[in-house]
């Protein structure tokens, strides 16, 4: 029963399948490169790769059964709701394909690049994304537009998940935070991560949050809740957090993307793209935007 299985993809473009009982390997393949998603639904396997295609598997056959080129670099997330995948990438948009015809029926733009997706069912359907700046952004599924803009995260927004009116977000910055968006408000900052954020899940039910680091640890913490914690400010944030350098948070940054190319073997950092991270970030000067990303590009920071 591969409701039962647990599937896991790799930079080295390797994607596998785990009886979650036994821990037998029930299919392994490969897509051409990185698979740095996936998503599991309808009896089909869906991953994102970082040449930008959306590859799918049935994994009862173990076969392929296509690929579509969705966006110009990596995928960085995926996301399933109903009869629709909606993937994300480095390029700044958002797509929403019709799983039924595999064909593109909706388009979300006006963003950073975006690294994580989650939607919220409530009264007015939001599709939420997490950008490289820091911004979490709330599009209307009917209009596209966007409807919300919740800023906090002083780096990319890596990891995001949602349950009744709450949102929560997992940045590069090293911590987690709770929105209510009937507010637009950041209620809580969880603190303790050494390293970027992952990946969040929320069990509002057992009041419980776990979450994933690249400093090698899950977290399992109590559900911040505003009735049981009166008390606490509207906005707390946790105390002791070091301030942000901000040539060395630029710098990271551009470490960190400088490397990525599409399939055509285009970089996928470009000044245009820097330009428009930086100016994000509040930084206007526009002849120091260009002389620095000059110097990098050629020295590397």
């Not at 295609?53 to 579509?68: A, I, S, T, V």
């Not at 958002?94 to 909706?106: G, N, Y």
């Not at 009744?164 to 408000?185: F, M």
């Not at 950092?269 to 620095?292: E, R, Y």
Request: overall charge negative.
């Amino acid at each position: 029963d591969y409701r039962a299985a647990l599937y896991s993809g790799s930079g080295d473009g390797q994607v596998s399948a785990w009886d979650v009982d036994t821990g037998q390997e029930l299919m392994t393949t490969h897509h051409t490169r990185g698979a740095d998603c996936l998503v599991f639904g309808g009896g089909k396997l869906y991953g994102g790769g970082a040449d930008g295609r959306l590859f799918c598997y049935d994994p009862e056959k173990n076969r392929q059964l296509g690929q579509w080129t969705l966006h110009p670099g990596n995928i960085k997330d995926l996301l399933l709701s109903g009869h629709h995948l909606y993937s994300c990438s480095l390029d700044g948009v958002v797509k929403c394909i019709d799983l039924e015809t595999m064909q593109l029926s909706a388009l979300y733009e006006g963003m950073s690049s975006v690294r994580a997706l989650t939607i919220l069912n409530e009264e007015t359907p939001l599709l939420f994304a997490g950008g490289s700046n820091g911004n979490v952004y709330g599009y209307d599924l009917r209009s596209s537009r966007c409807q919300v803009t919740l800023t906090s995260h002083t780096d990319a927004v890596m990891s995001l998940c949602s349950w009744t009116t709450k949102v929560l977000s997992g940045g590069d910055d090293h911590v987690l935070k709770q929105w209510d968006i009937r507010y637009q408000k950041c209620e809580y900052t969880y603190v303790g991560h050494k390293d970027g954020v992952k990946k969040v899940f929320a069990f509002p039910d057992a009041n419980r949050l776990f979450s994933g680091s690249i400093d090698r640890t899950v977290r399992i913490w109590d559900l911040w809740d505003a009735t049981k914690h009166a008390n606490s400010d509207w906005s707390t944030n946790v105390a002791g957090t070091d301030e942000v350098d901000f040539l060395c948070l630029v710098k990271a940054a551009f470490r960190k993307y400088a490397r990525f190319t599409d399939a055509d073997g285009n970089k996928v950092l470009t000044l245009p793209l820097f330009k428009d991270c930086m100016i994000s970030l509040g930084f206007s000067n526009l002849n120091i935007i260009n002389s620095l990303f000059n110097l990098w590009d050629v020295r590397g920071p």
